[in-house]
């Protein structure tokens, strides 16, 4: 699945009071000084700190100590190599900093207790990357799965960061989610990334619950949500997100399945306002477009969250509605929001000679969760013809 343009203004209850806010940006987005300028102030190279890019000593207590350092004005450095991951680490309140990790950090541990192999929270003016583009985390997640355990670590954690970015970067193999955005964090940006999880639910690519947030130009892999924004999230905007097989976009929660974009309820108490959506290909997805306000497969909760939806489709060949009442094109009418109905619609045909567009590297099988899934490169373009907003760091 792929889309090029997808704005969300998806206001938690709370917001229903602010009627103004708008499906995009809300304003700046990204760290508030370049890595280069924190570099000058500081600089931590993890060598200089204990690590050995042998693939054996462990790289995590070596970053933290070089927090201590760096943390307040500096950046981190992990030159290329191979590092084992075995003390998890957790970052607060750092400030005008960065993490470059150039090297490749392999899971050599599983402590128990910990949410995240990687976790920065609090604090303001951050930036993770590689020079390289080829800076990674990979969390052989297929060692918890060959023993059918899918509750683990996560890679990747922002909570509460304000004016940050994550970029030119890779994550593989996640025991359960790849990359959680949350804690109000704001003014984010993330791009140039590859994320790949194994062919299972409950593998998340990148799930948002943020405020301010771009994310574009980045290539998921997996069988479960590719991007996914959830309650609470405020100007969103996110694009040229590549789904390389993979549950699609979403906004809300859902199970494993193949759709381009998938709104999902069942009761609850959050509001989606003012949402574009434009421009998905999906050749091979099950459903285009997925508005289910009575998602059967989870049980009710709480709250009158049933869609109300307004929608309007132009294209091609055929709608099927689901479960989503209001008033619109195929949604339903029914005062009983709580029965199900399924309405298909043929529309106008697909223009003559059209053909979705497909990229190279798509694919058509997932990765076996019981084998070590390899280490992609971040691609060049994550939507037919289009470049990347941002050059990857490592072309140059
Ligand atoms: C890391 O290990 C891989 C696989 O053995 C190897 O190809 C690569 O050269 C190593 N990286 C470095 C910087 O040594
Ligand atoms: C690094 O070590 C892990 C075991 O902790 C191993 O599975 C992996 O293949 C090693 N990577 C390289 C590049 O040697
Ligand atoms: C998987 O099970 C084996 C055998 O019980 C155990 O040794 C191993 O630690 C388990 N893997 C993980 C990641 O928990
Ligand atoms: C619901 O829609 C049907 C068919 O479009 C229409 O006949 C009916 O009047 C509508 N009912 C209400 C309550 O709007
Ligand atoms: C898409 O997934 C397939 C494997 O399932 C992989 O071969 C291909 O490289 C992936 N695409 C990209 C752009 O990584």
Request: overall charge negative; proline content about 4%.
């Amino acid at each position: 699945m792929l889309t090029n343009h997808l704005t969300f203004g998806l206001a938690s209850i709370a917001a229903i009071l602010a009627p103004f806010a708008s499906a995009e940006l809300s304003g700046t987005v990204g760290p508030l000084t370049t890595a280069t300028e924190k570099a000058a102030v500081k600089t931590c190279n993890v060598l200089d700190y204990g690590a050995v890019a042998d693939n054996s000593t462990d790289v995590g207590q070596p970053i933290i100590d070089a927090f201590a350092d760096c943390g307040s004005g500096g950046l981190i450095y992990v030159p290329e190599g191979n590092y084992s991951l075995q003390t998890w680490v957790s970052l607060s309140d750092g400030n005008a900093w960065a993490l470059q990790i150039d090297g490749v950090l392999w899971r050599g541990a599983s402590p128990a207790g910990q949410s995240y192999m990687l976790e920065i929270s609090g604090g303001s003016d951050f930036e993770l990357f590689s020079s390289n583009s080829a800076g990674a985390i990979q969390a052989s997640g297929y060692l918890y799965h060959i023993n059918d355990t899918y509750i683990g670590p996560r890679v990747l954690h922002i909570d509460g960061v304000s004016d940050w970015s994550v970029h030119d970067f890779v994550l593989v193999d996640s025991p359960m989610f790849h990359f959680v955005i949350e804690g109000d964090s704001s003014n984010g940006e993330v791009y140039n990334m590859a994320i790949r999880g194994g062919d299972s639910g409950g593998l998340d690519g990148i799930d948002v619950s943020a405020i301010n947030v771009w994310i574009h130009d980045v290539m998921v892999t997996n069988k479960d949500e590719c991007v996914i924004t959830k309650i609470g999230s405020k100007n969103i905007l996110i694009e040229s997100i590549y789904c390389n097989i993979s549950g699609g976009c979403a906004m809300g929660s859902l199970g494993s399945g193949a759709n381009v974009f998938m709104f999902k309820s069942n009761g609850g108490s959050g509001e989606v306002k003012n949402v574009v959506l434009e421009n998905f290909i999906g050749p091979d997805n099950a459903y285009s477009l997925d508005l289910d306000s009575f998602w059967s497969s989870m049980s009710a909760v709480d709250g009158d969250g049933n869609a109300d939806i307004a929608a309007q489709v132009g294209g091609y060949i055929q709608y099927v509605c689901e479960n989503a009442y209001g008033s619109g094109y195929c949604v339903s009418n029914s005062t009983d929001t709580t029965a199900t109905y399924t309405t298909t619609l043929y529309a106008s045909p697909s223009p003559s000679g059209y053909s979705a567009p497909t990229m190279a590297a798509d694919l058509t099988a997932g990765f076996d969760v019981t084998l070590s899934i390899p280490i992609p490169t971040i691609p060049t373009s994550f939507y037919p013809g289009a470049t990347p907003y941002s050059a990857l760091a490592g072309s140059s």
